[in-house]
Structure formats: C-alpha cells, structure tokens
C-alpha cells in the first residue's frame, strides 16, 4: 500500500498538530506500509523546533516539502518564540528576527490582525498559500511514484483542499482526518456571510473523500450529520509511549511546603476566547488576599508561545509574584517539566456548543503521571469526564471558590488524590490506534476490489480487520 500523508505541520516542528501525523506514518510504515509525506519546509523561519534527534523514525519513509508561493511565506510565518530560549536549550530557529518595533513587524502584525478582524475562516487564511505548491508536488510525486492511498490532516483546511484538487486528476482512496472541525467548528472563528460558505467549501470539498477519520464521538456524529452515509472512523488523540517512557502514577512527590513551593503547571496554548485562564487566575488572587501565608507558597508556571498574552493576563490580575512565565521549551524539555509537576493545569475549551474536543495535550497529561487540574469550559465536558471519571484530576469549571480551595490544599501539603485506570491509556497508544486505522483502510481498499461499481463502501467501525501490505 502506496500512502501519501498530507499535513500542515510534521516534525521536527514543536507544534502538537505535528504529532498525529507524525505518528500515523511510523507505525504504517513499521507495519509495511509504503509512505512519503508531504508538508511546508519545517526549517521555515519562525518556526518552532525540536532536535531531529528525537525522531528516531524520520528516515523510514519519504518527507517532501512544498513551500508557499512567493507572496504568502512571508506573511504565513508567525515568528520566532518571544524571548531567549534557556541556556543549553536548542533555538527555535536559525534566522535573526526582525525587531519586534520594526516597520516590517508592524506591519505583518497589522495584516495579521486585519484578517483576523474579518473573521472569513479558511477564506484568507494564509496557509491557501501552500495549496498550488503543494498540489504540484503531489501531481510530479505521482508520476514518479503512483500512490493508491491519500490522508489529509486537518487542519488548516489546505490539507484537504489539497487532496480534493490531487482527486481530481488522480484516482487513489482519500480519507479525510480531522483533528478539528472545520465549518461551523473550533479552528476558525467567522462570521456571516463567510460561516455559511465556509461549511459549503467543506461539503464540496470533503464529499471527494472515500473514508472520514476524526477524534472523538461527538466529532463523529457531527460529521455523520453533515455527509450522511459517509464512512467516520473514531481515531482519538494519543500519544507514543516509546517517545514518552513508562506512565506514571498520577501521584506527585511528597509536598512540604515549608522546604519549597508548590509547582503547577500549564503548557500550551492560551485563548482568551476559548482557552481562558481568568478563572484560575481569580483564585490565586483571591487566595492572596484571603491567605497570603499559604498563596505565597504557590508557584503557576506558563509554557507557551502566546506570551504577550500571558503577560497582558499577569499584568491585569497583578500576579506576577507567583505566575511565572516558563518561557519557550523544546518537546522533551515540556515533558521532563510535566512529569515533575505538583500538578498540570489544563484549560478546557469554552464553547459549550462544541464537544468532543480532546487535544493532543490532554494525552501527554493523562501519561505524566501528575494530577490534572482541569479548569474552564464544563465539568461535564468530555475532556473533564475522562479526566476525573479515570481517577486523573479534577474537574472545576469556571467554580472559582472551589479552585481557590484546591489551590490552599495544595498549599498546605495535601494534592488531590487520584486513582488513575491504568487500562485507559492502552486505548490511546499511538501504535494501536494506526494499526486500527491502517486495517480499516486495507478493509475498505479491499471491499472496492470485490463491490460491484457504485456500491457503497463497509462502515469502518463494524470491518474486520485486514493485514496490511505494500
């Protein structure tokens, strides 16, 4: 099996959308499978990066970069990490940045909040600037070595249109994986008359595709409702335990307060919209003012690339005495800081007519071993159901009285106690879940060799599993 993948963003870039990809094509091509990536060059300026020495499985399979055309790169990059990375970290990237105060920043950062003002979703995204690069690459790449099989990793929405286009000059079996919703969805924020015609590009586009591949239940059914009798396979979000070593025991160390703070943490993205941080920070503040004694035995540290926003949040809640901005940290660095956490804060999205959004980052959390605090958006939720239903945290919401009583615990030496099911996290092995899809795929390629013209294609979910071969 021939299997071209087709994503955004593929390590060595720091960005979690990189890592579901990434490991769906070691595992096809461990299992046999014949792969070549296609991606945006990942040595970009501005881009954050990790050590290519931690991807042992790079060379086991063909990456091809396409670049965005001439008058999109430079407006695509978001540029470098703010600040310097540690001593002994590697930099992020290996160009000089322009100054932050410079006419050139100014207006990048002028263009960038134009159209993100406009709210047009994927219409003015500058990722369409890789889509006419991209689908060249995959026309020359198919005359030299003719794939059966195309997976496109959403988002940005490029990746599918980019399949649809290839589609339409090449026959292969297209599924379509989303890691997010597209119209009417949590990755792009648009308003009338642009969300209207954002979910017809997406039925027109993805109506192409062979197989539908997604996240959670509820993504499922959202897509089952908009391309009704379309095959959706359930594919979570998980992680690689090779990469990550053994789970551990989601208790932390022994707290004395009176030797050392109290150590949470938080690494990821920061969305005022939906990714809001306010409630813990209405806490901590609270706390101080209630319990200074115990508040000042605390320490939050913050490890993302949105840091102007963090530091606008800490300069309004004048916090800074015990929220610490971690600064930039490379993929290992982020782990090592997880599993020595006192407890790692998660921030759940908070758009109630949205479910079913169950990052990347929440795995990494559920295999630390630490006690997850997750705060924002609804307890019942099904990032918070699976967090405290597994006996991995707990659960708050926007409640920040009862944060502010978790955070005096901690201070007083007593965490939450937590009783993980260890049984949860064989169901989010990276391994399995690409053989899964892997045998669904063959499933599918096989049921057309044998259906008559015209017949519709198995529900993955219900066909049985298939060796997979070149």
């Keep these: 099996m021939r299997i071209l993948l087709i994503a955004y963003d593929f390590p060595p870039v720091n ?33 954050p990066v990790n050590p290519a020495s931690m991807y042992s499985d790079l060379d086991t399979f063909n990456i091809i970069e396409a670049d965005h055309q001439p008058w999109m790169r430079w407006f695509s990059r978001t540029g470098a990490p703010e600040g310097k990375p540690p001593a002994g970290m590697n930099a992020p990237a290996t ?3 322009a100054r932050p105060g410079s006419p050139v920043v100014r207006i990048k950062r002028a263009g960038q909040a134009a159209v993100r003002a406009a709210k047009a979703g994927s219409f003015l995204c500058p990722t369409n600037g890789w889509i006419r690069p991209a689908v060249r690459a995959g026309l020359d790449l198919h005359r030299r070595w003719p794939y059966d ?7 940005p929405a490029a990746a599918h249109l980019i399949a649809a286009r290839l589609r339409h000059q090449i026959p292969f079996f297209w599924v379509a994986d989303y890691r997010d919703l597209w119209g009417g969805g949590d990755l792009f924020e648009t308003r009338w008359p642009f969300r209207s015609w954002e979910i017809a590009l997406e039925k027109r586009t993805v109506s192409q595709a062979d197989m539908l591949s997604t996240i959670s239940a509820p993504f499922v059914g959202y897509l089952q409702q908009r391309f009704p009798g379309k095959p959706v396979l359930l594919i979570e979000n998980g992680f690689d335990t090779e990469d990550l ?10 707290i004395d307060p009176a030797s050392r703070k109290v150590r949470l943490v938080y690494t990821g993205a920061l969305a005022l ?6 409630p813990l920070f209405a806490a901590l503040s609270t706390l101080r003012l209630r319990r200074p004694d115990l508040a000042s035995k605390i320490e939050i540290v913050f490890h993302t690339t949105h840091r102007d926003l963090l530091r606008s949040i800490m300069d309004r809640w004048q916090l800074g005495d015990l929220v610490r901005d971690g600064g930039y940290l490379n993929r290992h660095q982020i782990l090592q800081v997880q599993r020595e956490a006192d407890g790692l804060i998660f921030l759940d999205w908070n758009n109630p007519e949205i479910r079913g959004i169950l990052t990347g980052k929440l795995f990494e959390y559920l295999h630390a071993g630490v006690p997850i605090l997750s705060i924002g958006g609804d307890v019942h939720s099904d990032a918070s159901e699976l967090i405290v239903r597994h006996g991995y945290g707990v659960a708050f919401g926007n409640d920040v009285t009862a944060i502010e009583h978790c955070l ?11 009783h993980p099911d260890p049984a949860l996290l064989q169901r989010f092995d990276r391994k399995e879940q690409a053989a899964r899809f892997l045998a669904a795929i063959q499933a599918a390629l096989d049921s057309r060799a044998a259906r008559p013209s015209g017949a519709p294609f198995p529900d993955p979910a219900t066909a049985g599993p298939s060796p997979a071969g070149h």
């Design 273 to 278: 919209a939906h990714r809001n941080p306010d």
């Design 245 to 254: 070593g053994p789970a551990g025991t989601a208790q932390p160390a022994a």
């Design 149 to 155: 099989v195309v997976v496109s990793s959403f988002g």
């Design 15 to 47: 960005r979690s959308a990189a890592l579901r990809p990434y490991g769906l094509a070691r595992h096809w091509a461990r299992a046999g499978a014949d792969v070549t990536v296609l991606t945006t060059p990942r040595g970009r300026p501005g881009l």
């Design 408 to 418: 005096e615990s901690y201070a007083s030496g007593h965490p939450p106690v937590c």
């Design 95 to 97: 160009h000089t940045p």
